[in-house]
Nanobody, 124 residues
Framework: QVQLVESGGGLVQAGGSLRLSCAAS????????MGWFRQAPGKEREFVAT????????KYAESVRGRFTISRDNAKNTVYLQMNSLKPEDTAVYYC?????????????????WGQGTQVTVSS
């Protein structure tokens, strides 16, 4: 069992930056690939970024590649999402999630555990 708690969301102007954190409980955090997803009002939840259990491999959605960076600290049971050059279209609730398969998994339904989400709002 893994419990996830996101933090770090907020209101930022376009072009600004935010760093999201996701703290995990449980001793098995380092065995899970972790992902960040987002959901805007009226839209489906979409993949943003994933990272392997070791932290050595990552994968990004085309819409955020080059602007967002996913990382993790297994000693702190925490995964991060550094978001730079934010755009109004990045506005959404951001969720972290864990899956026991692979960082290559991008389908939300294949993730086993989810946090409650944190709101990110980017003003123009």
């Amino acid at each position: 069992q893994v419990q996830l708690v996101e933090s770090g969301g907020g209101l930022v102007q376009a072009g600004g930056s935010l760093r999201l954190s996701c703290a995990a409980s449980g001793r098995t955090f380092s065995s899970y690939a972790m992902g960040w997803f987002r959901q805007a009002p009226g839209k489906e939840r979409e993949f943003v970024a994933t990272i392997s259990s070791s932290g050595l491999s990552t994968k990004y959605a085309e819409s955020v590649r080059g602007r967002f960076t996913i990382s993790r600290d297994n000693a702190k049971n925490t995964v991060y999402l550094q978001m730079n050059s934010l755009k109004p279209e990045d506005t959404a609730v951001y969720y972290c999630a864990a899956n026991g398969y692979s960082y290559t998994v991008v389908a939300p339904q294949r993730y086993d555990y989810w946090g409650q989400g944190t709101q990110v709002t980017v003003s123009s």
